[in-house]
């Protein structure tokens, strides 16, 4: 990745995006950072980690579906545990999505994949018990370096992390390169996730967006696609 601050885990069948952001501060060599949507492949991500040093301090969640969080309970193990680990990483996700999360987690995810089309018996097979959210986020709630932004329609909860002074935007299921997130799953509105694209085009067009999945684009070369 061009910046420094910022790397990535591509994980999963449906190749979720996991972005890693370094927060500023270094204690014993290793650097604090944000884990976002750690969908799947644990190992994957925590061997990423280490191997760039940094310790996660948050784990944020755009939205609750589940490959965006498969990876959550192996990931605050990894790192509660162990010589790397520095303490629970506090995990945050929009208050309208926290169902996703903690003990009714499981039916959630399993009404979700149905409506998906997939197979309930599939969620059971790579199910793990999730957490309970620690933090539960409301439009304008600061966190960490970035401002929560309530972006509904992919589902009711889904956010956008903005780091104002960055530039940077991860827009989780919402926008994407070229695109936007699906609406037929429990949760998800067509009105308004055209009005949340609405809300992310009218921004800064030199924002880099960092989407859930696929490549990166800018808040300008979307709105050019979108508008002509």
């Given at each position: 990745?061009a910046?420094?601050?910022?790397d990535n885990?591509?994980?999963?069948?449906i190749?979720?995006?996991?972005?890693?952001y370094?927060?500023?501060g270094?204690?014993?060599?290793?650097?604090p950072?944000i884990?976002?949507?750690p969908?799947?492949?644990a190992?994957?991500?925590?061997?990423?980690?280490?191997?760039?040093?940094?310790?996660p301090?948050?784990?944020?969640l755009?939205?609750?579906?589940?490959?965006?969080?498969?990876?959550?309970?192996?990931l605050?193990?990894?790192f509660?545990?162990?010589a790397f680990?520095?303490g629970?990483p506090?995990?945050g996700i929009?208050?309208l999505d926290?169902?996703?999360l903690?003990k009714g987690?499981?039916t959630?995810?399993?009404?979700s994949?149905?409506?998906?089309?997939?197979n309930?018996?599939e969620?059971?097979?790579?199910?793990?018990?999730?957490?309970?959210?620690d933090?539960l986020?409301?439009?304008g709630?600061?966190?960490?370096?970035f401002?929560?932004l309530h972006?509904?329609?992919h589902?009711q909860g889904s956010i956008?992390l903005?780091d104002d002074?960055?530039?940077?935007?991860?827009?989780?299921?919402?926008?994407?390169?070229?695109?936007?997130?699906?609406?037929?799953?429990?949760?998800?509105?067509e009105?308004?996730?055209?009005?949340?694209l609405?809300?992310l085009l009218?921004m800064?067009g030199n924002?880099?967006?960092?989407?859930?999945?696929?490549p990166?684009?800018?808040?300008?070369?979307?709105?050019?696609?979108?508008?002509?």
């Amino acid at each position: 990745m061009a910046d420094k601050k910022i790397d990535n885990v591509v994980v999963g069948d449906i190749e979720t995006n996991c972005w890693l952001y370094r927060l500023e501060g270094e204690q014993d060599g290793s650097a604090p950072c944000i884990v976002i949507d750690p969908g799947d492949e644990a190992e994957e991500i925590i061997a990423r980690l280490k191997g760039l040093f940094w310790v996660p301090r948050f784990i944020f969640l755009t939205h609750g579906h589940f490959d965006h969080i498969l990876a959550l309970p192996a990931l605050i193990e990894a790192f509660v545990k162990g010589a790397f680990g520095n303490g629970k990483p506090k995990v945050g996700i929009h208050r309208l999505d926290a169902q996703y999360l903690g003990k009714g987690a499981f039916t959630a995810h399993r009404n979700s994949y149905s409506a998906a089309g997939g197979n309930p018996a599939e969620i059971s097979s790579l199910w793990k018990p999730m957490p309970e959210a620690d933090i539960l986020f409301e439009e304008g709630d600061a966190a960490g370096p970035f401002k929560v932004l309530h972006i509904p329609g992919h589902t009711q909860g889904s956010i956008g992390l903005y780091d104002d002074e960055a530039g940077v935007l991860f827009s989780g299921d919402t926008l994407f390169k070229g695109d936007w997130g699906r609406t037929d799953l429990p949760g998800g509105n067509e009105d308004q996730i055209q009005q949340s694209l609405k809300r992310l085009l009218s921004m800064d067009g030199n924002i880099v967006v960092y989407p859930g999945h696929g490549p990166t684009t800018s808040i300008g070369e979307e709105r050019q696609k979108f508008h002509g």
